[in-house]
């Protein structure tokens, strides 16, 4: 039957709206988190390759934020969508030398996990610990606590989502040119540094995670690697509100000094 025929129903056709490269959408930022980490310098590069980096995401308490995270409890791992607000750049690069290859070799940005992206959108997991409601200033914030945390105090949070096994888990998956284990070094404390952690067991642990796995930029890797250093060379770095001084010689890392900024 013709479908133009008085009988059949006249099809009513939809026009599809093209694509249009470089249109813009508004997001607004809902939460911020709440980090160890006060810079750049120092931030773990994948979420929980630290596992004892703990911080939270801090949203304005309202009626309806309350209630859109009802539920939320009963899992046990969280993707936070975020921005990359301090990545140092206006503009993205197309292509970008990854830190696991030493910075030597170049790769598509969309082939990577860099922060400089034609949008500046990350997606982190981390553990769900707890949710409370706190006050700060008198202005309540729904504080939903976290660990294995790779993200700079400050960072604007687009969304959240529960982490689902069965769907967001591939245990057959590759990892295309970041297949190698990421390489770590021991990490040693002088006296002085010992004594000042000895009531501090979950700094220490933190400080440990970050500096075993190098949290040196790549191009000081690349011209420095660990394991061809000699004379002592002597870097700084903030954890959780301490200055930690640490010294990299004879293939592994020694924390001199730690103190409450």
């Known amino acids: 039957m013709n479908s133009d025929s008085p009988n059949h129903p006249k099809v009513k056709t ?44 801090q949203v304005p308490w309202t009626s309806d934020f309350w209630m859109a995270i009802q539920g939320l409890e009963q899992f046990s791992h969280l993707w936070i969508v975020f921005i990359f607000h301090e990545h140092g750049g206006k503009s993205w690069k197309p292509s970008i030398r990854p830190p696991r290859l030493g910075g030597k070799q170049k790769v598509g940005v969309l082939a990577s996990r860099s922060p400089h992206r034609p949008n500046p959108i990350g997606l982190s997991a981390v553990r769900l610990l ?25 960072t604007p949070v687009i969304d959240i989502k529960p982490y689902l ?17 990421i390489k770590t070094y ?3 404390f002088s006296q002085a540094a010992e004594d000042f952690l000895k009531q501090k067991s979950e700094t220490r642990q933190l400080i440990i995670d970050v500096l075993e796995i190098d949290p040196r930029p790549a191009y000081m890797q690349r011209r ?35 103190y409450k900024k």
């Open 130 to 154: 707890a949710i409370e409601v706190i006050s700060i200033n008198k202005k309540k914030w729904i504080d939903i606590k976290i660990e294995g945390l790779d993200l700079i105090d400050g």
């Open 186 to 188: 021991p990490v040693i």
């Open 14 to 57: 939809q026009k599809i709206q093209e694509l249009q490269i470089g249109s813009s959408f508004l997001t607004d930022v809902i939460g911020v988190i709440r980090s160890p980490f006060k810079d750049k310098f120092g931030v773990p590069r994948q979420a929980s390759l630290v596992a004892s980096a703990k911080g939270s995401i």
């Open 165 to 181: 096994p069965y769907a967001d888990s591939i245990p057959e998956a590759s990892s295309g040119w970041a297949k190698d284990q």
């Open 224 to 258: 420095n690697p660990v394991e061809t250093i000699v004379d002592p060379k002597s870097f700084g770095i903030e954890i959780e509100g301490h200055e930690v001084k640490y010294s990299i010689e004879g293939g592994h890392f020694t924390v001199k000094e730690v």
